[in-house]
């Protein structure tokens, strides 16, 4: 076991398989991940890098044909991969919820709204869905910035995507969790919606201090929203420090790479996209994962995969170019 | 919107009412329309409605009973007194055949429920959980479906001993397996949806996603498979019936009726013919509904 860096979640050399036709693909390859209590975490990396994964893993929705070969997810004092499923689901919904990208797509389309806010509510307080679950409803309604009178009997395809997320957000708060999940809950919005849904899950876990994981491969997003930030590559963690530093000073080049990519008013250089493709994952490349596109590869690179080290305090990056740093670190 | 306007006289209620649910109104219109532009639905609507009406309002037709035995009166042509004739025993041709009516709906009754029961529940089981549950039901529903229909039911009544409920069971566990490859389908499919994992991510257990979530959204495509059933279950029950293993004399099953007066066919022709017109008639009504429905609620044909 290794040690506890984070009191609310720990994940310690977290792999995941998936066994599919193909070969088995390596969705996941030790990721080290932890947050404390009330924190805010963004996961950033580009499409197919595992940050989803991520997310289904420490809910235990990893299903068949994936499965977590090897690693930990400590939540609280809570050792979820030990968990049996029917010990889960009393942490699903109730300690850990969860925000899907596609809002339209996550309500069930034959049931009316209100009902499957009640549903949620009902199995998390362990009541019968009756006047007082409704009574709850319509307060998280409220909440959520919608007018219940309006909402609670309307179908899922009833709603824009901006007021399904709403109810999402309802339906997975309602349980005041103490971790909250929103896996890419902006990206199939449009813009303006976008910076209300961000608006309104910022008052909100501010005034529930729930901790929030916000999984994104907008930069831009990550920033406004998250106290820290943890970049992904091919299902490794390549970096993860404060939002700031990640920012003025990325140190893995894959970072460096994506904050360049970001376009940004006032910016006169080009922007740059990083030479080469993501990986296959079926036969991903030995070693560091992301040295075929590196141009600072050595030797090391290729046989051996950097660990997550701290090369300054709360700043973590796996990457032998930092290698060295991160020894004199943990020796002083 | 209804709750928000509170003083309102009962004709605006009303008016606001079929002013909320006009796009359904108008959709049954539209439905009403395609019903009346395709005369075979409404060949096989109207069959089906005469079998019906016959079969509740039976006693209202006929003046004879259909079991009662007046041996003087035996072998009769049609007349004005029996239009359909009278059989070996004197019985009433046309009472046995409108009460044959009410067998049969009960039949048709019992082995849709039954049969959609048990299809239902092992398709959804298997396509929900997958992997190795999966292969053991579908396995069994091979070996259900490796029979032919009739040989399978035919080997079940004999087991279980013929009678009409025994025939019944015996339809029910030959028919389900359509039921269940449907429901697996469907189930499979609803599977997959984002609303699944989300009501996972949630804390659902599994009883509660197949009966809340994944059933209410498999079950439609089964109910428009049974309605295009319903014929061939009759069939197979009068076929049971006509080979002696389905409902036993003196019970007016059609089948049955058709095998009485098999050894009178050559001099008296209207024993097995009138029950035998009266199972083409409703299955050919079943068939020609059932294709109307199909019709009528398919999306590329509705626009």
């Known amino acids: 076991m290794q040690k506890v860096r984070g009191d609310l979640l720990n994940i310690s050399k977290l792999k995941v398989v998936f066994y599919t036709y193909r070969g088995i693909i390596k969705a996941l390859n030790g990721v080290e991940l932890w947050m404390n209590q009330g924190e805010r975490l963004g996961i950033v990396g580009e499409t197919g890098c595992g940050k989803s994964v991520t997310a289904l893993s420490i809910m235990g929705l990893i299903e068949q044909p994936g499965e977590i070969i090897e690693g930990d997810i400590l939540f609280g004092d809570k050792l979820l991969t030990s968990m049996k499923e029917n010990e889960l689901i009393n942490i699903r919904g109730k300690e850990i919820s969860m925000i899907f990208q596609e809002p339209n797509a996550a309500l069930n389309p034959v049931m009316k709204v209100g009902f499957q806010i009640a549903e949620s509510i009902g199995k998390v307080k362990n009541k019968k869905i009756g006047k007082e679950v409704y009574a709850e409803v319509r307060r998280m309604l409220e909440i959520a910035g919608l007018d219940w009178e309006r909402t609670i009997n309307l179908y899922p395809h009833e709603l824009s995507g901006g007021m399904a997320q709403r109810v999402m957000i309802a339906m997975a708060l309602s349980s005041n969790p103490k971790l909250l999940i929103a896996d890419e809950p902006t990206s199939a919005l449009d813009v303006t919606i976008q910076a209300q849904i961000l608006e309104l899950l910022d008052e909100l876990v501010k005034k529930f201090g729930n901790a929030v994981i916000l999984i994104t491969h907008n930069m831009g997003v990550a920033a406004e929203f998250c106290d820290k930030m943890a970049v992904m590559y091919a299902g490794n963690m390549v970096e993860y420090a404060r939002t700031t530093n990640i920012f003025e000073n990325p140190h893995h080049h894959y970072t460096r790479g994506l904050l360049k990519a970001v376009p940004k008013i006032g910016r006169t250089d080009e922007l740059q996209s990083i030479p080469g493709i993501v990986p296959d994952l079926v036969n991903p490349p030995s070693g560091c994962r992301f040295h075929p596109r590196c141009k600072h590869v050595m030797d090391i690179c290729r046989k051996d995969f950097p660990p997550l080290v701290e090369i300054k305090p709360g700043h973590y990056v796996a990457c032998y170019l930092y290698w060295k740093e991160g020894i004199k670190n943990a020796n002083s | ?303």
């Open chain 2, 1 to 303: 919107m209804l709750n928000t306007v509170k003083n309102i006289g009962q004709k605006e209620k009303i008016k606001l009412f079929l002013e909320q649910r006009k796009p359904i109104i108008e959709d049954w219109k539209h439905t009403y329309y395609l019903w009346k532009s395709t005369p075979l639905a409404m060949i096989g609507t109207v069959i089906i409605f005469i079998f019906l009406t016959v079969a509740i309002f039976a006693p209202l037709f006929t003046t004879y009973s259909p079991t009662e035995q007046f041996m003087e009166e035996r072998l009769l042509p049609p007349s004005s007194q029996h239009i359909f004739g009278t059989d070996q025993y004197g019985r009433d041709i046309f009472s046995r055949v409108v009460y044959g009516a009410r067998i049969e709906v009960w039949i048709i009754f019992i082995v849709s429920i039954i049969s959609v029961m048990i299809g239902i529940i092992v398709g959804i089981t298997a396509g929900y959980f997958g992997s190795a549950v999966d292969e053991i039901l579908m396995r069994i529903t091979d070996m259900f479906l490796a029979f032919p229909r009739l040989i399978l039911a035919m080997v079940l009544t004999a087991v279980l001993g013929p009678n009409l409920t025994n025939t019944m069971i015996a339809i029910s566990l030959v028919d389900w397996t359509v039921y269940a490859r449907l429901g697996r389908a469907e189930a499979m499919k609803v599977k997959s949806q984002p609303y699944i994992e989300a009501i996972r991510a949630v804390g659902a257990k599994d009883l509660r996603i197949i009966a809340f979530h994944v059933l209410p959204m498999s079950i439609s495509p089964v109910i428009v498979q049974l309605t295009l059933r319903m014929g061939t279950i009759i069939l197979t029950a009068a076929g049971l019936g006509f080979l002696g293993l389905g409902a036993q004399p003196p019970t007016p099953e059609w089948g049955a009726i058709v095998s009485d007066g098999r050894s009178y066919l050559v001099d008296q022709w209207w024993i097995s013919t009138f029950p035998g017109m009266a199972i083409a008639f409703v299955v050919l009504g079943f068939n020609l509904l059932g294709d109307g429905i199909r019709d009528i609620l398919d999306p590329r044909l509705r626009r």
